[in-house]
């Protein structure tokens, strides 16, 4: 049963166009992020929410917008998707905010075309 | 700005001997680090940490060694076995209250059988 899940695995599309991709976590943590890993392998930060609520926005476009519609959710919409986006985007969960350890989903591997 | 950093693209290590996987840090502030492994086509999942309080933090055939004055830590698996053979990041973050996780670029490491 997996523990940090992401939908969809890999992601193909052309520039300009609106995706989502989908994070859901069954450990009842409560503090959930988006990674970004790009082509330098370089793994950022993007967001992080706590019990629904954003408490790390890093520098980014605001053509992304996270969404939290409950604790074990933690969506990702990217709009006018662009070729600087293509990425491989991991969600992460822990119990609660702190030092506490992060479970990574799978990755999403985004190609914007 | 690369604060976090993995000098080392990739390893190579014979089955049995000592791996060796090094980080160097900028960030005078960081205080937490941690070291995670990573598959193909998964997630990375957490491996060791060590407080800045601490020179070294061992488990089972992990130990990570923190040189606080050269900025430097370093993972050491012994003795290597094949299924080590995995992307290794260093990860750091600055006190509490900002836990946001600074990644390195990684390392490869392969187990020679």
């Known amino acids: ?113 | 700005d690369q604060q976090v950093k993995q000098n080392s693209p990739s390893l190579s290590v014979q089955e049995g001997r000592i791996s060796i996987l090094n980080c160097d840090y900028t960030n005078s502030m960081f205080d937490y680090f941690l070291w995670y492994k990573k598959y193909p086509a998964e997630g990375p999942t957490f491996l060791i940490s060590i407080s800045s309080i601490k020179d070294k933090n061992e488990d089972g055939r992990f130990t990570v060694f923190l040189n606080k004055s050269a900025k430097h830590l370093s993972l050491h698996i012994v003795p290597s076995q094949p299924g080590d053979s995995a992307v290794y990041f260093c990860a750091a973050s600055l006190g509490v209250g900002n836990e946001k996780l600074t990644f390195g670029t990684g390392t490869r490491l392969t187990i020679i059988p």
């Open chain 1, 1 to 113: 049963d997996t523990a940090v899940s992401q939908t969809p695995k890999y992601l193909v599309t052309q520039m300009g166009n609106d995706k989502s991709i989908k994070c859901e976590q069954n450990l009842g943590h409560d503090t959930m992020y988006w990674y970004k890993q790009d082509s330098k392998k370089f793994l950022k930060i993007m967001f992080s929410y706590n019990n629904k609520e954003l408490i790390i926005n890093e520098t980014v476009p605001n053509r992304f917008s996270p969404k939290s519609p409950d604790k074990a959710h933690l969506n990702l919409h990217i709009n006018s998707l662009e070729l600087g986006d293509s990425a491989v985007y991991f969600c992460a969960s822990s119990q609660g905010w702190g030092r506490e350890t992060q479970y990574f989903g799978p990755g999403t591997r985004l190609l914007v075309l």
